[in-house]
């Protein structure tokens, strides 16, 4: 099994209002999922406030994991940044921290070209020198990769993956034939979007990089399981048990709903960096019936 | 006159690979400004870079066109970042430094709400405790506002205008009647994107906030005062000779023109920080057409 594959699980970056780490609290966030048996921890994906996180605290938070981890589970580090030569540094010293593969996700301000985005994926995969997922998320990149581009960069020494989101018109199995017959062989096609895992691993997908098991790797890993081995019915009465959940991911964003759960769960006082606001009163009471009903299950 | 009002003119920031201020070239460019007399100098806009700088480069930045100026021509700062507590610290030192007025974009990663972006503003206008221009750029920060927003945030202390992107329909007097019904007394409402300006300002907008005047000053203030006399003959005139440097700002960003506009004036090799690449071969030779057809008009 590759690096890419299975089950990789996304948490939250435990940091005080100042934007300081808490390596206690990531390290009890680590612990859960790999006692849980993940595929791979996803350590300062969107989930993980990369974009927020100052680059001192990003390369921090990555030798405390993998100090903490020592190889028991797979750890893929977000090394997006705005700069080239920044999103360079922080990958080749992710690598030096003990990380076992990338996330790059390309950062835009002024919208970026294809062969811009191009150059940087170069540039970045090369600095760091390990197995890198090409993070395709437009609604916080604003950039949107062409088919054309995927297969581009899928030729590249050490790009070795994709984390896709939700196809617009729900159509999985079009999708992975189109990228598989474009990539190169062996390159890993994932999905993002938890509400969509489902029906992405049932159409073949390789992965589902989940934010939901950042803090709920159980019931995840049982989804991921039924679907990878075919068993719908199974699934589908996983996927059910989520979809409250699924419901206040779409409407709040993963991210705001996120924090919410690790209060419920650990009694802590998380909170989102501003100006992203903690969600309150009844979207918590929500999110308290969501997780009651996914215990129902 | 208030700060907000004439042409406020957005020169590149020059600062080298490595992302480091050149002040002398800062300077050269900024004299050029005051020279011609613009209305106001837009310091650290999405032409000066703001985005891709370092904090401490933006404090120096700040610093080396306040001690220049000394208040010769007003000063506004860009202080736009990811994160509140940034954004208000840069304010702060904006003021500290000798900025007359903060120009605020709300950056996104995760995509924010409309509280989010208020309290944003709220905390950022307070910490500067200067006229504050809101930034209202889609292409770049993918947050939009809604009319009711800008109205709420026009009654809020030191926000005193805001930057407006070209009106989708083209609809300048009617946007402008329906912002100037809801927002307060004395709010200022300019317009961004070069290639609307002269309608903009026939209209009745209060600003044009001109990226091509921070590098060629002149034919922006006559088309600026041609435009505020209503001498609508006059600025078409004028727009006229600036008709394929603005097809060639719409075709690659006029962010990525202007640095060749620049090596061509000063024989500089002035870059954008990559992942943004500088334009090259005929691009380069089309720019130059561009300026030779403005100075012909």
Redesign the interface.
Known sequence: MTLFTGLSAFPLTPVD???CLMPDMLVRHLDRLRAAGVDSIGLLG?TGSY??LSHEERKRTVRVAADFLRGRTPLIVGVGS????QAAELAKDAAAAGADGLLLA????????E???Y??FR?VAESGGLPLCIYNNP??T?FTFSHNLIARLSQLPNVAAIKMPLPADGDFAGELAALRSTTSEGFSIGYSGDWGAREALLSGADCWFSVIAGLLPGPALALTRAACAGDGDRAAHIDQGFAKLWGLFRKH?S??VMFVIANLLDQDTLM??????PLSGRAINEVQEALDQLCDA
């Open positions: 209002m100042q934007g969107s974009a927020y705005l700069r080239t030569d390309p950062m835009s301000y002024q919208p970026l070209t062969e811009e985005v150059l940087h540039t609604g916080t604003k964003g991210f705001r989102p960096l501003p100006p992203v606001m």
